[in-house]
């Protein structure tokens, strides 16, 4: 007995020598802010974003057939976001991450004859986003952790049916309001004493064809399909 019990008290000192040496090793790595959020379990906040965004555009097999159009292609142009952060920390180094929000966006189809523009389709949409995302964070240094972050995102087309829409696009086609995308991103946390300011870079791409085949119309009997895409950067402020 007097044994074991020498060896609990010997573990008992280590384990805790060993917590006040990593202790210590974060105070020397400068994580003075970062101790007011470790033991938080949530955090909320916001984020406002620029993206630019467009249509990656792949033809179908009438194109080879069409006389009058030989070149397609979605063009990237930029837009905000606004988004609310819901973190669930799970254990140190994972986060999972809810963040709806609303987002503006302008993108566009252009068509070409022998390289003369035949028409360029603008498109202009109002989203409802609700992304759930996995991060994960490195080790604490001088209160700032990298970061990369994945997932996926669901989008939903608030002006698909609108008047201005349709006579936007004239009835060449029509867009399918649900969107499912893929995200992958990188950042970095900053720890201050009042709030947690985060830089954020992501790539979203559509997962589902978003077209919706128009037979009675060429511009639409030559695109096979149409994907969504955007590059984020993103500011955050948690707390």
Known sequence: MQFLL??????????????MTAHAQLKRAGNHNFWNYKSKPFYFGMTLGIHSSGYLTQKSR????SDSLNFVSG???????VNFITNLKIGQYFDFRFIPGFAYSERRIQFKNNNEIFREVRIESFFVEAPILLRFKSAPYKDKRLFVVGGLKYSFDVGNNSRARADVLRDLFTFAPHDFQFEVGAGIQMFFPFFIFSP?????HGIGNIHVLNNNKEESRV???ILSR?????FHIEG
């Open 6 to 19: 020498r060896h609990k008290v010997f573990i008992t000192f280590l384990l805790v020598g060993f917590s």
């Open 62 to 65: 009438q194109f080879n057939q």
């Open 75 to 81: 063009l990237d142009r930029p837009g905000l976001n």
């Open 200 to 204: 954020e870079i992501k790539f979203s």
């Open 223 to 225: 695109l096979g399909s």
């Open 230 to 234: 955007a590059l984020t950067i993103s």
